[in-house]
């Protein structure tokens, strides 16, 4: 009961997250400064998709380990894989559709290279403590 509901919760907040996210890009920005930081536009593009690849991640650690059995289940590193690929295909996705669906925001390529940076890392973050996660894996 309390994995089924700390599952459904990584669930929640990941899904929650990914619609914050998803707003986020595609509605009309709000000018703060005359002149935006470039850099800091970047650095929150990095920040949002480290989270976004994280909570996914650790959703899917707990979610395969519950579908298919112990002899079965999928390794982190493969589960970071596909995550990694869909968080990346998901910033593409978003950044398409910021020049399809809007008239006030354009594509734009260095905020898919901040977004695959910000996956990168979270890959990076994930292979550091990978031994740790297996241990907490294995208790839930």
């Given amino acids: ?27 009309k920005p709000v000018t703060i400064v005359d002149r935006p930081f470039q850099s800091m536009d970047k650095v929150m593009h ?5 989270g976004l690849f994280l909570l996914w991640s650790v959703w899917q650690l707990f979610v395969r380990r519950d579908l298919v059995g112990k002899k079965k289940m999928m390794s982190l590193r493969k589960i970071m894989t596909i995550t990694a690929v ?50 907490l894996k294995s208790k839930f």
């Fill in 46 to 50: 990095l920040v949002a998709y480290f």
């Fill in 86 to 135: 869909v968080a990346v295909a998901y910033g593409i996705i978003i950044e398409v559709c910021q020049g399809l669906l809007t008239d006030y925001r354009t594509p734009d390529g260095w905020d898919i290279l901040a977004n695959t940076t910000g996956v990168l890392l979270g890959v990076l973050v994930l292979h550091l403590f990978i031994n740790n996660i297996e241990s």
């Fill in 1 to 27: 009961m309390a994995s089924s509901l700390g599952r459904n919760f990584i669930l929640f907040l990941a899904l929650l997250y990914t619609v914050a996210l998803t707003m986020g890009s595609l509605i």
